[in-house]
């Protein structure tokens, strides 16, 4: 051991191995001391000091393994021993003050061997910001009004978040179960401070699971309160992308409850659209598919307007409903109507009030007073029709099923007249369908007269089908004595009935498989019974196209049942001659 030397009270080259109490002051150069240091005053060290043992200021180190500044016992008995270095300790409030300049800046840096100064904590005594830097840079700011801002250094709100995500975790593994929520509060007539019971939790955004597991999905909930009420779920966002407004399980992408959608720009300027609802064809949202709202001169005067995209430069208005009411489509001048409301469709289309003259290549649906009217007017005078089609289903051709003529003529099944009938039917299906039913539900029994032939004079009836039960069907023609004259029951049926020449036959257009059937020859019974017979034999249209002839067969029974007669008279006289020569 080196012997200290003394100098007018500074000790040089001091080297000790036991204790050193100093009393006044002493100025030490270069001290090593391996045992304790008690000083009663000030020491002062101008050179390197070398403390192989814990240091104790204010109080003996009992905390730690490095320098332990103790003015008071804070009842800790250990540290934690990877932050042993330093400890300060008091029995009221401990604190580290940094101090610097108003125009300087105080920091406190992390290094390592790679880097001496990889992070730090700064405080800039200027501008009065904090900042925290990790890995060489910025990454954390509060600026001088308490706006935080995360890799933003010039943060506009409380908190800034620049170019990231906010991120919350939970360890939640139930269904529904709730990952964490951002909560609003309303402290104004509440204290503050960990374990406060807070009553004014006015909004919360809540995220919950969807599933279970790892892969689980989820959801957003929207919370809000009204004055004096309790805090309720207002909006649900699933994991399938679809939002509920009062419903908490939404079954499509935008489902309501009990409420309305409004829209409005919040200003009263006149000739302006109001607001929109609208839906885009491309990312850049340049193709307007929507309705808007249009104030005219007014706030009484706006319209409903709707526009769908035909194409580039093509964002055109397609329908317009006015604020009388009136609709048109393919149009911006509707047309009032005196009666009722106006649908009205480029030319193509008006429902309501009275179309004054006629028009051209329209289709019209009116009504007026009890009565409703439906037009069809062609390119040129007499050419207006009206069609009626049906979808052919699973994706085929749409058919026509049916054409109203221009003049009257009704067909069905068909596109053009058949034989200049005023009703033509025709079974395009190659089927046996029925080509025409009617049913009577009014009853199981009774007459009911399905179909009815009147006159022109009087439209009395002149012939009928006639429903008779749920087994039978009667066809009638007027018969009525009071319909006749010049009756005559004294006539030879005989001798015309033998001119009838029934004959054996087959239909030419069953082809191979024609079989022969029982019949007339309609021109050869005209001759005998000519009113059983419609149309002339061999005739032709102006077309050169045949008319072929008919038969109604029923019109032969009179003659049949006359003849019958006629031979049961001469039967009977042949019978009494018989008997008469068997009795002689």
């Known amino acids: ?23 006044g002051t002493t100025n030490l150069d270069v001290v090593d001391i391996d045992g304790a240091v008690d000083m009663a005053t000030t020491l002062a060290v101008t050179g390197v000091t070398t403390l192989s043992s814990k240091v104790g200021i204010l109080g003996t180190n009992d905390l730690g393994l490095g320098l332990h500044i103790k003015e008071g016992d804070s009842g800790v008995t250990s540290v934690s021993t990877d932050a042993d ?8 409030e401990s604190g580290i003050s940094i101090l610097a300049p108003n125009d300087s800046a105080s920091r406190i840096a992390f290094g390592d061997s790679d880097n001496n100064k990889i992070s730090q904590i700064y405080y800039n005594h200027t501008s009065n910001f904090m900042s925290v830097d990790v890995n060489n840079a910025e990454r954390l700011r509060i600026d001088s009004s308490g706006n935080v801002g995360i890799s933003s250094s010039s943060p506009v709100a409380k908190l800034d978040v620049n170019s990231g995500d906010i991120a919350i975790s939970s360890t939640q593994a139930s269904d529904n179960g709730d990952l964490g929520e951002f909560q609003f509060w309303n402290t104004t007539n509440a204290g503050s401070g960990a374990g406060t019971s807070f009553v004014n939790d006015v909004a ?13 999905g989820g959801s ?3 919370y809000t309160k009204t004055d004096g009420g309790a805090k309720t779920q207002q909006m649900t966002i699933t994991g399938a992308g679809k939002v509920g407004i009062g419903v908490s399980s939404p079954q499509e992408l935008l489902h309501l409850k009990d409420g ?18 609208g839906f885009s064809t491309d990312s850049s949202n340049s193709r307007f598919i929507g309705m808007e709202s249009f104030r005219g001169s007014d706030a009484a005067n706006a319209d409903l307007r709707f526009h769908t995209f035909g194409g580039d430069g093509d964002n055109g208005e397609r329908m317009r409903i006015d604020s009388s009411g009136n609709v048109g489509i393919g149009t911006t001048s509707i047309q009032a109507s005196a009666v009722g409301k106006t649908l009205q469709s480029s030319g193509s289309l008006v429902i309501g009030g009275t179309i004054q003259n006629h028009q051209t290549s329209k289709a019209v649906i009116e009504h007026g007073g009890n009565s409703t009217n439906i037009r069809s007017y062609g390119a040129s005078a007499g050419t207006g029709q009206l069609t009626f089609t049906t979808g052919g289903g699973g994706g085929s051709a749409d058919t026509e099923r049916m054409r109203i003529l221009a003049d009257g003529r009704t067909i069905i099944g068909h596109t053009a007249a058949i ?22 539900a009014g009853g199981t029994s009774g007459y009911f007269n399905q179909i009815a032939f009147r006159n022109n004079a009087d439209s009395s009836t002149i012939g009928e089908i006639v429903r008779v039960n749920d087994a039978s069907v009667s066809y009638n023609t007027t018969s009525d004595y009071r319909l006749k004259t010049a009756v005559n029951y004294d006539w030879d049926a005989t001798t015309r009935l033998k001119q009838l020449k029934p004959a054996r036959f087959k239909w030419i257009v069953d082809g191979d498989d024609a079989v022969p059937v029982d019949g007339f020859l309609a021109h050869e019974a005209q001759a005998v019974v000519p009113e059983a017979v419609t149309g002339t034999k061999d005739e032709v249209d102006d077309d050169g196209n045949p008319v072929m002839q008919g038969i109604d067969q029923s019109k032969l029974v009179p003659l049949l049942v006359k003849s019958l007669q006629e031979a049961l008279t001469e039967i009977d006289t042949l019978k009494t001659r018989v008997i008469a020569l068997e009795n002689a």
């Open 204 to 216: 919360s955004i809540q995220g919950q699971m969807e599933g279970t597991g790892n892969n689980s």
């Open 85 to 92: 270095q330093l400890v300060i300790e008091n029995n009221a």
């Open 419 to 440: 034989n200049s009938s005023i009703l033509g039917i025709s079974n395009r299906n190659a089927t046996s369908d029925r080509m025409f039913a009617v049913h009577n």
């Open 1 to 23: 051991m080196t012997r200290a030397k003394i100098v007018s009270k500074i000790i040089t080259n001091a080297d000790l191995d036991g204790d050193l109490d100093v009393d």
């Open 220 to 222: 957003l909930h929207f």
């Open 260 to 277: 309305d959608i409004a829209v409005g720009n919040g200003t009263a300027s006149n000739n302006a659209v109001i607001g929109r609802v």
